[in-house]
Each structure stands twice: as structure tokens, then as C-alpha cells.
């Protein structure tokens, strides 16, 4: 049976609007954000199936032909990054069941939170750089008001940061699709790397448009040197939404430069490929450098974001289809992760004695449930054997070794022992330290706090003993990518 | 003509420029009003102002007259201005709401989020 790809857009609108006939029934609410993020979770999974077997699925939106009308499309990448949101936001929709306070959904935190998943859902599909920059902006306002709601003063703070120079990234977006417009005359991902491939266009005016576009796609990702909104901002919001943020946002931004870059511009590659080789580089080593001295566990973690960011940014600079799926690997490895351990942190901000690492302690004793939870995924970060961590860093280093980059393979290594050194700082002071006298009280925990951090917890140990299926998975949209789908 | 518009286009960028780096909050939502402005000029003057001759089809032909303004970049224009005004709405009140709730127009106070022991 065919997957109407159309779906993913439709669910969320249409779970939008019923909640927005129902806000003042913040239950009603949530039992719709359940349905659709578990409708758009089963539908990613079976997208996957079916891209495996049938190859990429292609819409022409209103029947207008590309390059001119705006095609959707789900290749193996796109399939595999819906499949994964589905299941995070679906895991974050059932943890915020318990945090979200009933005040802020009556302000329509849930019906944002559909528009959010609405705007990552279209940028995943779709193949026209302009429609990107739309779907881009439905994300990105959505998340400008999920970070404000609650209205505590960091939020407001971390608001300001965030929105400044997400909207100036925004217009220099814009400003590249002016340039790629005026060069190649197309704005069709496919399309353009045609045109490319056979010259097409000025080579000054291709560089140009892509280092715009770099710029802009890097701010959302948080690479080297544009991501100081993300420390300042990420730590901020309610646990759901900076769990929600850290596994998804960024990841579009990636995902944004590797549909560019790996698709589009493939035939620039010897231009940019230093810029991202030592961009990435220098992401890693900043963000977790930036982690080792913050006693703050969410800042810490957002940290570790960009360091992670990093990682899966060198394997698009390496640019080999091999390199692109261990990034590809990397990136749903690391959702996955991300999203566990900013559930954890919400853990351990209740029943730990807060998020000042030297005021909480004594875990160990008092949680063991969380010490597994929180093990399973620390350890997947800091890249431990036998868990997905250490198959997306192998991978990843493999790659490095094949293409001769030996001073970013040591690079990555020491940046790693460091992730391993801040996920055991967060052990030792929140987990193993006995419990100090200013604590903050401890406040009730539920099971939907609990249960996400299982579900992502499973997946984590799934990817772990069985990582093959996903690398099959990651190189079939590897060679996809190389290989875009033609236009008329 | 556009000599003209692609100086103007570098004007507003570099005031957009100015006023975002600014400290007031005023003063950075009014860059940022710049730089949208002249990213939409952009749009527009970049790919080639055509002659003039607007681009509909005539009684019997197949293709628009011969020298038409291209569409396309107007209707990204549009949609860009639409979505800018819908950010800059929010972003006003944003600004407005941190004033009130920070008590200072200063974007170098904002310091409270980056310190090592945030404020909750």
C-alpha cells in the first residue's frame, strides 16, 4: 500500500486545529498529541519500509511540474529522519503530559507543539529550497514560542538570544536563495545539482549562494563559530521543550546542510569541503570544551549537542557516500541519545536536588531506575562498546582513516574521552556524591516522566545490538542522495 | 536603475548591520527590520529586472512576450515579507515583555543565561 507522503503534513495541521477547538480541555489536548505523533511515528517507520523496497516516493504538489511547482519527496534520508521524530516527539508528547503545567496549554503550548512537528515534518520532505525556507520558518517561529512559554525570566532571557539571530540567519537564507536563483535559474534540489554538475551556472555565483547558504543552515545546526545562541538559550524552557529542541532542531540544520551540500552542491565539493573540515573540527573540540566547565546539568548537554553537531558535520565534509551514512548513523544514534539524557536531566532536576550539579546528589541510592536509564545513554555518548554510540564513532573514524584524516581522527578520539569525562562528572555529582544539606526539596515524579526515558532507552539498546539494520539503512540514502531524483 | 537599487540594497544591509550589533533592543529590532527589507530587495533586483512587459500569455500565443518581468522572485518576495511581518510581530513583543520583565534596554545585561550559576 502506498504511503501518501502528504500525510505528514496533514496529520499535524488537522491535530492542530481539533486542539484548537478544544483549548480549554488541556486533556483532550494531549490525547490528540498523542494520536499524531504515534500516527506520524508508525507512518515514518512504514515510510521506511516501503522507500527500502519501492524507492523514493515523489509528489508534485498541485500536479505543477518541477523545477517550477514544488515537489515533496521522501528518499531513504527523509523517510528515516520522519520515522525518528515521530518516535521522539511522541515520547516528548507523553513526557509532557507530567511537566507541562496545565496554564501553559491553556496558553496553546500543544497546538505550537503540532505546528513544530508540522515544520519538521515539511522540511524533511520537501525538494525545493524555498519551500525549505518556509517550512523552516513555520519550525523556527513554533519554536520561538515554545522557549517563551512559562514566562520565567531566563526564558524571556534565553528568548531574546535565540530569536536574534535565528531571524538574522533567516534573512541571509533568503539572500542565498536569491543568489542560487540568479546563478542557476532553479530552486529544485535536483535541479540544481543537475545544472551544476553540467556547469550551468557562474562558478562565483554557485560559491556565493553557498556560503550563504552555509551560514545560514550552520547557525541551525550550531556549527563553528555561529552556535553561541544554543548554550545560551537551550537550558532555559521547561524540560519537555529543551529535550524536544535538543534531539530535533539542530538535527534539521543538518539535515538542511547535507541535502544542500551532499545533494546540490556536490559538484562544488572541493570548495567547501575544508570550510566544513575544519568548521566541524573546531565545533567538536569548542562544544566540549565548553561542556567540561559547566556544573549545570541541561548546559552541559547543550554542550555536548554541538560537540556531537560536529561529528556528524565532518562526515559531510569528508563527502564520501561511506562518510555520509556513518553521519547519517550518527544522527539518529544521537537523537535518540540527546532526547534520553535531557529526559534524564528533567529527572534529576525532581528527585536529585536540581540542576546545580555541586547542590544534587545521592542517586545512587535513592533511584536506581534512573542510574540504568542514565547509564544506558551516557555511555552511548561518551561512545562505550557495546552501545549505538561506539558502532556511529567507529563508523565515523573508519571513514576518517579511509579518506587519510589522521588529525581529525585523534581530533575526534580526545574529543571523546572529553564527552566521556562530562557525562562522569554528571555521574559523580548527581548520581554518586552522597546528597548535600542544600538541595533543592525533591517533587514528585510520574510514570509519564518515566516511561519516554524507557521507550528511548529500548531504542538506544535495539540500535545498540543490532546496528547493521540502520547502516543498511543509512547507505541505501547515502546513494540516494548521489543519485537525486531526475526532473522532467 | 539597478546601479541604483543594488547600492540601496548595500545600504540597508550595512544599516541593518549597525543597528543589530547596537545595544538597545529598539535599536536591534530595527536592524533586523533593515535586513529584512533589503533581503527582499535582494530578491527582487538579483535576478534581473526585466523590461517592464508583465508576464501574461497574449490571445494565441504559447509563451509570454519576449522580454517578461519574471514572476517567480515576486511571489518569494511576497511570501518572504508575509513570513518577516509575521516574526517581526513576534519578536516586538518578545522585546517588549523582556523589558518589562528585565528591567533594562541593554543587550550586554543579558548575561544571566551565559553565567555559570543561572538564576532559575
Given at each position: 500500500m502506498d504511503i501518501p507522503i502528504y500525510a505528514f503534513l496533514l496529520i499535524p495541521i488537522i491535530a492542530a486545529v481539533l486542539q484548537i477547538l478544544g483549548l480549554r480541555h488541556p486533556s483532550y489536548q494531549r490525547i490528540i498529541s498523542l494520536i499524531s505523533t504515534g500516527l506520524i511515528a508508525v507512518l515514518g517507520c512504514l515510510l521506511v519500509v516501503q522507500v527500502k523496497h519501492n524507492g523514493p516516493i515523489i509528489l508534485d504538489v498541485g500536479a505543477w511540474k518541477a523545477p517550477l511547482g514544488i515537489q515533496l519527496q521522501a528518499d531513504m534520508l527523509s523517510a528515516l529522519m520522519l520515522a525518528i521524530t515521530g518516535v521522539v516527539t511522541f515520547c516528548s508528547a507523553l513526557h509532557g503530559m507530567a511537566e507541562i503545567p496545565t496554564r501553559d496549554e491553556r496558553k496553546g503550548y500543544q497546538i505550537i507543539y503540532q505546528f513544530l512537528l508540522l515544520g519538521v515534518c515539511g522540511s524533511f520532505l520537501t525538494n525545493d529550497l524555498f519551500n525549505l525556507y518556509v517550512w523552516f520558518e513555520v519550525m523556527l517561529l513554533s519554536s520561538f514560542v515554545l522557549l517563551a512559554i512559562g514566562g520565567k525570566k531566563a526564558q524571556i532571557e534565553g528568548s531574546v538570544k535565540y530569536v536574534s539571530l535565528n531571524i538574522v540567519s533567516s534573512f541571509i537564507f533568503l539572500l542565498g536563495i536569491a543568489v542560487v536563483y540568479t546563478t542557476l535559474g532553479t530552486l529544485n534540489f535536483s535541479d540544481i545539482a543537475y545544472r551544476i554538475a553540467h556547469q550551468m551556472g557562474s562558478e562565483a555565483g554557485i560559491r556565493l549562494a553557498a556560503v550563504f547558504l552555509l551560514i545560514a543552515f550552520g547557525v541551525k545546526a550550531g556549527l563553528f563559530p555561529l552556535y553561541a545562541w544554543l548554550p545560551s538559550s537551550y537550558h532555559t524552557p521547561r524540560h519537555t521543550v529543551s529535550a524536544i529542541f535538543a534531539g530535533l532542531l539542530t538535527k534539521v540544520g543538518v539535515y538542511a546542510l547535507i541535502r544542500t551540500f551532499a545533494v546540490g552542491f556536490e559538484a562544488q565539493h572541493h570548495f567547501f569541503a575544508p570550510i566544513l573540515w575544519w568548521g566541524s573540527l573546531a565545533t567538536m573540540v569548542m562544544g566540549v570544551l565548553g561542556a567540561a566547565s559547566q556544573f549545570h546539568t541541561r548546559r552541559i548537554l547543550s554542550f555536548h549537542i554541538i560537540s556531537q553537531i560536529g561529528y556528524m558535520i565532518f562526515g559531510l565534509a569528508l563527502g564520501t557516500a561511506g562518510a555520509i551514512a556513518a553521519a547519517i548513523?550518527?544522527?539518529?544514534?544521537?537523537?535518540?541519545?540527546?532526547t534520553n539524557l535531557f529526559f534524564a536531566a528533567a529527572a534529576i532536576d525532581r528527585i536529585g536536588g536540581g540542576e546545580d550539579l555541586k547542590r544534587a546528589g545521592g542517586l545512587f541510592r535513592t533511584a536506581p531506575w534512573l542510574v540504568v536509564l542514565f547509564l544506558i545513554s551516557a555511555l552511548s555518548l561518551g561512545g562505550i562498546p557495546p552501545f549505538s554510540g561506539f558502532w556511529a564513532k567507529l563508523a565515523l573514524i573508519r571513514e576518517m582513516v579511509n579518506g587519510h584524516a589522521w588529525a581529525a581522527a585523534v581530533i575526534a578520539l580526545l574529543v571523546g574521552l572529553l564527552t566521556l569525562y562530562s557525562m562522569t562528572k554528571i555521574w559523580s555529582e548527581a548520581f554518586w556524591k552522597d546528597r548535600p544539606g542544600n538541595a533543592q526539596p525533591a517533587r514528585p515524579i510520574s510514570a509519564a516522566h518515566v516511561i519516554p526515558m524507557i521507550l528511548l532507552a529500548g531504542g538506544t539498546i535495539l540500535l545498540s545490538l543490532n546496528p547493521t539494520f540502520l547502516f543498511e539503512l543509512a547507505d541505501i540514502a547515502a546513494q540516494q542522495l548521489f543519485h537525486p531524483i531526475s526532473t522532467p | 536603475m539597478e546601479t541604483i537599487l543594488i547600492l540601496l540594497i548595500g545600504f540597508l544591509f550595512s544599516c541593518g548591520f549597525y543597528l543589530v550589533l547596537r545595544r538597545s533592543f529598539l535599536r536591534m529590532l530595527v536592524g533586523v527590520l533593515f535586513f529584512g527589507q533589503a533581503a527582499n530587495l535582494a530578491l527582487l533586483v538579483l535576478p534581473g529586472i526585466g523590461g517592464g512587459i508583465s508576464p501574461i500569455v497574449k490571445a494565441g500565443a504559447t509563451l509570454p512576450p519576449e522580454g517578461y518581468a519574471d514572476p517567480l522572485p515576486q511571489a518569494l518576495i511576497l511570501t518572504a515579507i508575509v513570513i518577516g511581518f509575521g516574526v517581526i510581530a513576534f519578536v516586538t513583543v518578545l522585546l517588549k515583555k523582556a523589558h518589562h520583565d528585565l528591567q533594562t534596554d541593554d543587550l550586554d545585561e543579558l548575561t544571566h543565561t551565559d553565567r555559570e550559576e543561572p538564576r532559575a
Open positions: 548513523f550518527y544522527i539518529i544514534h544521537h537523537i535518540l541519545v540527546k | -
